[in-house]
């Protein structure tokens, strides 16, 4: 999948990802959604995100784990 929504930009934020080149990392949006927050409740909290950012943050992470191994406890 090519990610079209997400940059990652040297000097912004660390480089870390971002949607669309705002200061609101990838991360941020995936901790709400995994905090239980509605699509509603995070694009009003982040009024320049649209609905295609968060879908598109999830499939990031989701690329994102499954590209590396993560020490789980046994």
Same mark, same amino acid.
């Given at each position: ?32 959604? !995994? ?7 995070? %694009?009003? !909290?982040?009024?320049? %995100? ?7 943050? %999830?499939?990031?992470?989701?690329? !994102? ?6 020490? %789980? !406890?046994?």
């Amino acid at each position: 999948m090519k990610f079209t929504r997400i940059t990652v930009k040297p000097d912004q934020m660390g480089g870390v990802p971002c949607i669309r080149g705002f200061r609101i990392p990838v991360a941020t949006v995936i901790g709400m959604v !995994a905090e239980g927050m509605s699509q509603e409740e995070i %694009l009003n !909290a982040y009024p320049d %995100l649209e609905p295609a950012d968060i879908q598109e943050a %999830l499939y990031f992470a989701a690329e !994102a784990v499954r590209e590396r191994e993560l020490p %789980l !406890a046994s």
